[in-house]
């Protein structure tokens, strides 16, 4: 699939130099916005959607991420989920609609159905799983469906609620992979069903797992709650109820996938040979404990002094749109 997913990007990255003629991103927006829009750049911009919608495994483009988390490391997992299907896909594709292209209200409307049928399909699907792994990275693809969506509507509020998704998620699923790692280490299965009362026994791992899963469904005062909470406003505010609602659901059902984990990994009927399971070593606990403090702080990100120097300078970028290349060329 990476193969195919480059194979996209570079093609439209060939088609887009053979009618611009540069492969400066300043350049090529000035000279986009001279022509105007045409069916070229609109085949352009789709296959940089498919291409990178790949990368970032939106629906109906995520076939390959629930088989690539549970082959990988949890390590490796949490950096899969936390940081490249994100920046490589996510931020990559959002730079070239908004700063290149231009984000056309087809292309807004798009996304956000993408993101609205990756939220809730995600969602179901990880409800259905109990490989542990597997299930986090069903739930994945949902929860870029809430940066997807909150990108799509092009405004400035949604587009601080993506971004500030975007490094929650990066932190809380990191954090939740390195849970099911610390699991997998000390249980020796990732399946739901043989697991039971690890909270006594792992308690370090169980703390932090339930911080994890609080700040995933939106449960304040979790750095989740906020990012979750801007979107649905900035859905409200540009009259998108429908997909509000449909933020709300998928929080809700993300609630219970994760009363499902708790309920069967940490706080169910203990499971056999418990006496024999201990908590994982520190090298492995400490970076657990850092990034649960994480989420219970990054909503400090919020506070006008910090977003300023933060988050304001990245939705500017993209709220300027293709007065980018203005910015860059002068003039």
Known sequence: MGSVASGMILLGIAILYSYVGTLNMADAARIIAISGSNKLILFVSSLFLMGFGLKAAIMPFHAWLPDAHPSAPAPISAILSGVLIKVIGVYALVRILFNIIGLTVTFSYILMILAAISMIAGVLLALGQWDLKRLLAYCSISQIGYIILGIGLGTPLGILGGLFHLFNHSVFKSLLFLNSGSIDYSVGTRDLQKMGGLSEKMPITGNTSLIASMSIAGIPPFSGFWSKLIIILACIQTRHFIFA????????????????????????????????????????????????VLCCVMGLLLLPQVRLLVLDPAVEVLKNGLEYSKLVLGG
């Open 245 to 292: 609602f449909i933020a709300v659901l998928d929080s809700i059902l993300t609630l219970v996938l994760f009363l499902k984990v708790q309920r069967y990994a940490f706080w169910g009927k203990p499971m056999i040979n418990i006496d024999k399971i201990k908590e994982v070593p520190k090298f492995m606990s400490i970076p657990m404990i850092i990034l649960a």
